[in-house]
């Protein structure tokens, strides 16, 4: 069952990038664990997909001793209290949308001597109840963060509002990628625009055709999670 949904999806992120205007290198999948347990999980690194996302702190702890092969991106708000569990265990942290987060990522990195490798949230549709920095302030929060040694800010990450119809999707999509672009060209010191993370299950597709080279995935790989 994963294996043939992994297969399925593999070939559809070839075509959509094949579609895509933008080729800006690989596209990576990451894998969206949450809620499923880690033996199943175990079904998908076995077919070597070993990058793993996951949104809360206390989930990632529990799986992670039980999948030493597996590499973890942080994907949901972190608290700044927890940051300290995953500073060392975390090869990635997306979800930077503050700057007292980033600080205490500062100090837990230079305290462990790491550099951190992070990505910005952006609130990309505006929604209230969604964190992540606004497009317009987006600028200004790199420019902030680009002063902290220890942290190395990798790309942009948005999670998409839902909408029934794929051309919203698109148009959400459209206005990151521009965003992405427009950061690019400012060539801020100690910013990297490596990454742009957007698009899920339902609406990859469309992200990669729009400049998306991170997607994440979890009910198209691991079935419905309700
Ligand atoms: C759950 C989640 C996903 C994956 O969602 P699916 O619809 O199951 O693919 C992606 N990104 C974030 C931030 C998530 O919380």
């Known amino acids: 069952m994963i294996k043939e949904n992994i297969e399925k999806i593999t070939a559809e992120i070839e075509a959509a990038y094949a579609r895509s205007p933008y080729q800006q290198g690989k596209i990576t999948m990451l894998a969206v664990t949450k809620t499923v347990p880690a033996e199943r999980i175990k079904e998908l690194t076995e077919l070597g997909f070993c990058l793993l996302g996951e949104n809360r702190v206390q989930e990632m702890l529990e799986k992670y001793e039980a999948l030493p092969e ?49 990505m910005v949230q952006v609130n990309i549709d505006d929604d209230e109840n969604k964190f992540g920095i606004d497009a317009e302030n987006c600028a200004s929060f790199l420019k902030e963060l680009s002063r902290l040694p220890h942290l190395r800010v990798q790309g942009l990450m948005t999670i998409g509002c839902i909408y029934d119809d794929p051309l919203k999707a698109r148009s959400t999509f459209r206005k990151m990628k521009a965003l992405f672009d427009e ?44």
């Not at 998306?212 to 790989?221: E, H, K, L, M, Y």
């Open 70 to 118: 597996a590499s973890w991106h942080i994907i949901g708000h972190l608290q700044t209290n927890k940051v300290k569990y995953i500073i060392e265990k975390a090869a990635m942290i997306e979800s930077v949308d503050s700057i007292a987060l980033a600080e205490e990522i500062e100090k837990q990195a230079a305290k462990h001597d790491i550099i951190m490798p992070v």
């Open 183 to 226: 950061i690019l060209t400012l060539h801020i010191e100690n910013i990297e625009m490596k990454y742009l993370s957007m698009g899920m299950s339902h609406d990859y597709e469309i992200a990669i055709e729009e400049g998306a080279n991170i997607v994440r995935i979890g009910s198209a790989i691991f079935g419905s999670r309700s």
